[in-house]
Nanobody
């Protein structure tokens, strides 16, 4: 069982930056692939970025590639999403998720544990 708690969301102007954090419980954090998903108003939840358990592999959806960076600190049971050059279309609730996969799956069904989400709003 893994419990995930996101933080760091807020309101930011277009072009600004935010760093999201996700705190995970459990003693085997490094064995989980971790990801960030987001859900914009009226849309389905969508993949943003993922990182493998050891942290050696990452994968991003094309729209955030080069602007967002996912990282993790396995000693602290934390995963982060650094978001730069934010755009109004990045506005969404952002969710942290954990998967037993040894890869970096961009598919929602691969993730067993989910946080409650944190709101990110980017104003134009």
């Amino acid at each position: 069982q893994v419990q995930l708690v996101e933080s760091g969301g807020g309101l930011v102007q277009a072009g600004g930056s935010l760093r999201l954090s996700c705190a995970a419980s459990g003693h085997t954090f490094s064995s989980y692939a971790m990801a960030w998903f987001r859900q914009a108003p009226g849309k389905r939840r969508a993949f943003v970025a993922a990182i493998s358990g050891p942290g050696g592999s990452t994968f991003y959806t094309e729209s955030v590639n080069g602007r967002f960076t996912i990282s993790r600190d396995n000693d602290k049971n934390m995963v982060y999403l650094q978001m730069e050059s934010l755009k109004p279309e990045d506005t969404a609730v952002y969710f942290c998720a954990a998967s037993y996969s040894e890869d970096v799956p961009p598919v929602e069904s691969e993730y067993k544990y989910w946080g409650q989400g944190t709101q990110v709003t980017v104003s134009s």
